[in-house]
């Protein structure tokens, strides 16, 4: 699996590349990439394919992600796939949003009526959009989040339920993290008390339970004091877990450290509340269990592929009671290991293939329960009188949900995990409940495949369960289908008859278990139980209290658009957030497949522009020709003294960048603006010439140590010729070769050198490319940009001397005596 999302294009190349060539699946991986700017005839030469063969089309998404849902267009022609593709290219809007956009005729045609609940993360946005959706377009659209049942929508649909005329609006997001009381202190941790705690002497069933709990394993797993150490790097998992213990007043966080053996040992940052903390990351299993006695429970975020070795490590260390194991995929046979171990050694395994469970008031496991708004929303920061368990992790979010609108709240809830061969059940949770003072009612919801179900059956026919139970399996429709269903568990499965969830349900009611007729009126059937135990007096409904606050992490109410924050920094030439590295507005993709090269790279970082071809190859000219000058000079000179220092490549390389400045490499933009500022005030080259002798002051770009009229410098030859040649205009470079005339005339040396013509160069390219204003050409020279070039250029051939040094393998430089003039003082030398 892909350890970054990755696109769909990018996995098929991967297949390519990696898949072996006489593989039989090899030649079905044809494809080809369509964006606004697609050249289609360039595309048909390297696709011919293209025109032969019926053709798929649909939006490049990332793997691992949810992405742009789109419709997908099938079985079509290549100008049946350009049809398709001019509606929707470079079009911005999500699937189902664009979907009904799109065929809002045909919809509206059939007089189709949609309706949507949603819940999860920031809900309200999504029902928002679909609720604008329908205003718009004129199609009813129905919405409604987690105050409406799961799939009550569907009696809705189908006539046999009411369509509320103004449903219930849900706060935004945010307002769950408000404290309603208006107080900014925290409420006593009293108030974390069981709503049924107070009676718990009280004999709550009509008849005494015979014992339940097997020998050796606790039937409280969490409390208000339950620490907790998380096997893997699962920051988000923590905070998470953090937050929860904070909105329910614990006194410390349950997370007691983290191990995670592909680091060293460290400090690893999380808030409580408002305060930041430090968790403990260990490397090792010992050393973490070793200072943290106190720990009888680990989280396990292990893969599929260590889960196994992490968790018998775990059982070997007598502190740990409970373990969560919320990997998918564990091979069966290792599974069942693990329960045996388990059961030889009094451990509880939760999962494998779990989100966890969750004690309101005292503990959670990891994600269960979802995000805090969600935790608030339920009212899991206080414990209520029903305990559930499930074998969906997704299902039981439901259920605390369901709980919570119908009921006092939730006690306790488990989600077993979906795996044949989980690592504790229906029956070991149930059991517990029993035997728990505070639990008044118990929640199961089942599902297709297994026989755990008639367990519980035994358990109220024997006895050992008397307290009510609320029952439901999913999978009915199964019986809909003509052959074997399987369903999202691995364990969802009906191998025969009796584990149907059809047998199930009518095997549970036979038991006296409270069994809906649907999963529509789960709801109701536990409202039913429990309103008859509160006129009952089993329970007492207590007070509500508001939790603390939390401060929304930044992230997220940045997300719900709730805050802005002017930004640290700001850049416009590069983006590497999403699916590829894009160059001021051009993916890499598209910068080799144009062969943009050095010059056109630096066009796009330095200039944000997409450069003529002859800039792009001006600048790779001015790369070359000041790559180097010889050892001599001083930042040659400097670079070597440094790597026979014995000093790294990039300690010797800002050495000799360091010497960069007027008196050397640094020509180049004084050039550029000595000359430009005499071209633009309209002088003449003579009388330039003589101001600047009038001033004391060098023309910068004139001039040459060796070099001169008679020995001319080569590398201005080639860049000249080149200018004159290929640019569509040269006025300064004209200008200074005018001042060029009048300078030799007086010296031979006093050449226009590399640096000069460089810059003069440079400034009749931006001035006369067309691509740039004159302010903004103006802007460039004046920030220094074609300095730029020169340090980019030598500090390849400052590179090279590094390399040459270490490859000659030269020792400690110590300049000679004799080249060095000692002059003293008098007095200092008699």
Not at 199 to 221: C, H, N
């Amino acid at each position: 699996m892909s350890a970054k999302a990755i696109s769909e294009q990018t996995g098929k190349e991967l297949l390519y590349k990696y898949i072996c060539t006489t593989s039989a699946i090899q030649n079905r991986f044809k494809y080809a990439r369509v964006t606004p700017d697609t050249d289609w005839a360039h595309l048909l030469q390297d696709h011919p394919w293209l025109l032969s063969q019926s053709l798929v089309v649909k939006p490049d998404q990332l793997i691992k992600r949810r992405g742009k849902l789109g419709l997908v267009g099938v079985n079509l022609t290549l100008d049946g796939v350009k049809s398709w593709l001019k509606p929707r290219l470079g079009q911005e809007a999500t699937g189902i949003v664009r979907a009904i956009r799109d065929y809002q005729g045909p919809l509206k045609e059939h007089e189709v009526t949609i309706f949507v609940r949603r819940g999860g993360p920031n809900y309200q946005e999504g029902l928002r959009v679909m609720g604008e959706v329908g205003k718009t377009t004129g199609i009813p659209i129905h919405v409604f989040g987690t105050e409406t049942h799961m799939t009550a929508i569907v009696g809705m649909a189908l006539g046999h339920r009411p369509i509320p005329n103004q449903p219930p609006t849900a706060a935004h997001t945010a307002n769950f993290l408000l404290n309603a009381s208006g107080s900014t202190s925290t409420p006593a941790p009293s108030r974390t008390a069981s709503f049924s705690e107070s009676r718990a002497d009280e004999v709550a069933p009509a008849k005494k339970a015979k014992p339940a709990m097997p020998q050796g394993k606790s039937a409280t797993l969490f409390s208000r004091h339950t620490k907790a150490i998380v096997w893997g790097m699962q920051t988000r998992a923590v905070q998470g877990m953090l937050d929860f213990d904070y909105v329910c007043s614990r006194d410390e966080p349950s997370v007691a450290a983290m191990v995670y053996p592909f680091t060293g040992d460290h400090k690893q940052k999380f808030y409580w509340g408002h305060k930041e903390i430090l968790i403990p990351v260990f490397k090792n299993m010992a050393d973490a269990m070793k200072k943290h006695p106190e720990v009888d429970v680990l989280i396990s975020f292990a893969s599929l592929r260590s889960a196994y070795d992490s968790t018998i490590e775990t059982m070997n260390y007598a502190q740990i009671r409970t373990i969560a194991i919320i990997a998918e995929g564990i091979p069966e046979a290792l599974t069942r290991k693990l329960i045996k171990k388990a059961d030889q050694r009094g451990v509880t395994i939760i999962g494998p293939a779990t989100v966890g469970g969750i004690k309101p008031g005292c503990f959670k496991i990891g994600n269960t329960g979802g995000m805090l708004d969600n935790i608030l929303a339920s009212k899991l920061y206080r414990p209520g009188s029903v305990a559930y368990v499930s074998r969906s992790g997704g299902m039981s979010n439901e259920l605390n949900n369901i709980i919570s609108r119908t009921t006092d709240g939730v006690y306790e809830g488990v989600a077993i995990g979906g795996d044949r061969y989980p690592g504790s059940t229906f029956m070991d949770h149930v059991l517990r409940y029993q035997d728990t003072p505070g639990v008044k009612m118990i929640v199961v919801l089942g599902e297709i495949g297994g026989t755990e179900e008639y367990k519980i059956c035994r358990g109220i026919q024997e006895g050992r369960i008397t307290k009510p139970v609320v029952c439901w399996c999913i999978g009915t429709c199964a019986t809909m289908f003509s052959s074997e269903v399987q369903f999202g568990h691995a364990g969802a499965c009906a191998n025969q008859a009796s584990e149907t969830a059809v047998a199930k349900n009518q095997a549970l009611k036979e038991a006296g278990v409270f069994v809906p007729r649907s999963f529509d009126e789960l709801g109701e059937i536990i409202q039913s139980v429990y309103e008859d135990l509160v006129a009952k007096g089993v329970i007492v409904p207590a007070q509500e209290v508001p939790p603390p606050t939390v401060p929304m992490d930044y992230s997220w109410a940045r997300e719900l658009g709730l805050i802005r924050k002017p930004a640290s920094f700001m850049t416009s030439i590069c983006d590497e957030r999403g699916q590829e590295l894009i160059y001021a507005g051009m993916p890499i993709t598209e910068v080799f497949k144009e062969e943009m090269g050095i010059g056109g790279v630096l066009g796009l970082l330095w200039f944000q522009r997409r450069l003529p071809k002859y800039s792009c190859q001006f600048i790779e000219m001015c790369l070359m020709v000041t790559a180097d000058h010889g050892p001599a000079v001083s930042g040659a000179h400097n670079t070597i003294i440094c790597a026979r220092a014995g000093k790294d490549l990039v300690s010797s390389l800002t050495s000799g960048l360091l010497t960069i400045g007027d008196r050397f490499g640094g020509a180049l933009d004084a050039a550029a603006k000595m000359f430009s500022k005499a071209f633009d005030s309209g002088i003449i080259p003579m009388e330039f010439v003589n101001k600047m002798k009038k001033e004391g002051k060098l023309i910068m770009g004139i001039g040459h140590r060796v070099k001169s009229i008679n020995n001319p410098d080569m590398r201005v030859q080639i860049l000249k010729d080149y200018v004159r040649q290929h640019f569509p205009a040269t006025p300064l470079l004209d200008y200074a070769l005018e001042v060029e005339k009048i300078t030799t005339s007086k010296k031979p040396n006093l050449i226009l050198n590399v640096d000069g013509l460089i810059g003069v160069a440079f400034v009749d390219m931006l001035r006369n490319c067309g691509s740039f204003t004159r302010e903004e050409a103006d802007e460039y020279i004046d920030i220094g940009a074609l300095n730029g070039i020169f340090v980019l250029g030598r500090s390849m051939g400052f590179i090279g001397h590094y390399l040459d040094q270490k490859r000659l393998k030269q020792g400690l430089y110590r300049h000679p005596w004799d080249d060095i003039s000692y002059v003293l003082p008098e007095h200092m030398s008699m």
